[in-house]
């Protein structure tokens, strides 16, 4: 018996300018592990692109839901990340059916995160800590990044090539602070815009 397993990811929680994009794939683990896919924060962004366009070839389902800044900004005021990322992989598995999923958990407590998604879905999820480690994460990772990183370029030529969005750069800070971001692009409930 053959299992189907996916895998999701995220990319984008942490930075103040930009959506979170959040990732599905169902496939064959070993082929995708023979493409190279890994933790795309270890990949070079031509390497993630071309793993990206192979990703789509080779899997049997990929989705991917952008969550816009006011949309992370209501989350934040309301419940949190967590409950963001539960709602939307809830919503998001149903495009790509698979039998078990891993789920790289934003929980530190990853049996706490994985049981609240099997409870709002009623399918099987296993969520880990270094959940990249799983072909089919590994490869949600890197199309979340690659659909974050090609939004972040237009917001980046509307604001005059402004950072990277994280509230670390001080590229960033500075267009924050010069108001070059557009508005709907800023995540007006993080620390770095409130003062």
Known sequence: M???IGGIDEAGRGPVVGPMVIAVVVGDGEALRRLGVRDSKRLSPAARRRLFDEVLKAADCVNYVVVEPHVVDLY????????????????????????????????????????????LTGRRFVALHR???????????????????????????????????????????????????????VRWSWRTVRG
């Not at 934003?106 to 099997?118: I, N, Q, T």
């Not at 990044?145 to 090609?150: C, F, Q």
């Open 131 to 185: 959940g990249e480690e799983v072909p089919q994460v590994a490869a949600a990772s890197i199309v979340a990044k690659v659909v974050r990183d090609r939004l972040m370029e237009l917001v980046a030529q509307e604001a005059g090539g402004a950072g990277t969005g994280y509230p670390s750069d001080p590229k960033t800070v500075e267009a924050l602070r010069t108001g070059r971001f557009p508005a709907e692009c």
């Open 2 to 4: 053959c299992v189907v």
């Open 76 to 119: 934040v005021q309301r419940g949190g990340l967590n409950a963001l990322e539960l709602d939307f992989t809830a919503r998001l598995v149903e495009a790509c059916p698979a039998d078990l999923y891993y789920v790289d958990s934003p929980d530190v407590k990853p049996e706490r995160y994985g049981a609240a998604l099997s409870f």
